[in-house]
């Protein structure tokens, strides 16, 4: 029987595993914290700021919640993070994308202090973690990661291939899947629009991560029998009764070849917000100096 992965009930014992910390923190007298900055009208967008922050609430993260309008000018977002780089009551700060064309998204991340930059994609932060000594692993991957050691699939020896090379997933799948570390130490492909025969390099792996932002595109038939499949992709596409979500991978006709599989809504997307509220954490307890055990 096929194993469904479920992100939800994962992330939910994430995030039931922060909370200790905390408290503790917030006794000691820091109150973790982490800030929103939304400069977009998309509506999927203002759906994942809120979602955000419900799930800091549920657990006693405080928030900010920053909204700028998507037509001010570059200088208003940058002197929005230089305000809260310099904020010493907020811990994480996350610039939702995608920003509007007249902003330079690298120039946003690399103005975030590092030590407070929770979505991992600073590049002193892309630094430490490709040099092994990683500060904040960027969420979906660590979400993999953590979605990949509930399910007790081993990564050690595992041939593992992922599609997609985006900065934010692909690039930082792989790199901590070939860490010399707990949940690394697999043998990483990493395929991409040009790449040939992508059919061969799919039935090789053990283990699949799909993260091209092509609806469906992976389906069962491209799939060996006990492939453990995480389907990174979040696609709302049209349909006869309206817009529905559907990844990256043909859920259906994988479903029956994977050992283990993750669906779209409930996989991936829950994890991802769990493992920046981890983050937070992390960013206000090497803050304050004080330890806690993170989940
Ligand atoms: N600086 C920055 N950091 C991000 O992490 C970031 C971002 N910008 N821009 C947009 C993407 C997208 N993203 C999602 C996170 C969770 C779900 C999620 O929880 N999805 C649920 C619900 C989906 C739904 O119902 O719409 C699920 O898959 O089950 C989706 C999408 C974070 N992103």
């Known amino acids: ?15 039931d595993g922060l909370v200790a910390g905390i408290d503790d923190l917030t006794a000691a007298g820091t109150t973790p914290c982490l800030a929103t900055v939304l400069m977009n009208n998309d509506p999927a967008s203002q759906t994942y700021v809120s979602m955000k922050h419900k799930d800091c609430e549920e657990v006693g993260i405080a928030t900010r919640d920053i909204e700028l309008d998507p037509e001010a000018p570059a200088a208003e977002l940058f002197d929005t993070v230089d305000e809260l780089n310099a904020d010493p009551e907020v811990h994480g700060i996350l610039v939702q994308m995608p920003l509007p064309d007249h902003v330079d998204e690298r120039e946003v991340l690399r103005r975030i202090d590092p030590a407070k930059d929770v979505d991992g ?3 002193e932060n892309v630094g430490r973690l490709v040099a092994g000594n990683a500060r904040f692993k960027p969420c ?11 399910a007790d699939v081993e990564t050690e020896g595992a041939d593992a291939v992922v599609v997609g090379r985006s900065n ?6 792989a790199n901590l899947l070939i860490q010399k570390a707990d949940g690394g130490n697999a043998t990483t492909t990493v395929c991409h629009s040009r790449t040939d025969d992508l059919e061969a390099k799919l039935r ?29 992709g979040i696609n709302r596409v049209e349909t006869d009764e309206g817009s529905e979500l559907v990844g990256d991978v043909d859920f259906e ?20 917000r769990a493992m920046l509220l981890w983050n937070t954490v992390k960013a206000a307890s090497a803050e304050s100096g004080v330890d806690v055990r993170l989940p």
């Open 140 to 150: 979906t991957p660590h979400g993999v990661q953590k979605l990949l050691a509930a």
């Open 1 to 15: 029987m096929t194993e469904i992965i479920d992100g939800n009930e994962v992330a939910q014992g994430i995030r």
């Open 253 to 272: 006709s994988a479903k029956p070849k994977a050992k283990a599989i993750t669906p779209v809504p409930g996989g991936v997307g829950p994890m991802t």
């Open 204 to 232: 090789a792996a053990d283990i699949v991560i799909a993260a091209a932002g092509v609806p469906e595109m992976i389906t069962g038939d491209m799939l060996s029998a006990d492939t453990v499949v995480i389907d990174v």
């Open 168 to 173: 934010i997933v692909g690039k930082p799948m």
């Open 121 to 123: 994609f600073h590049p």
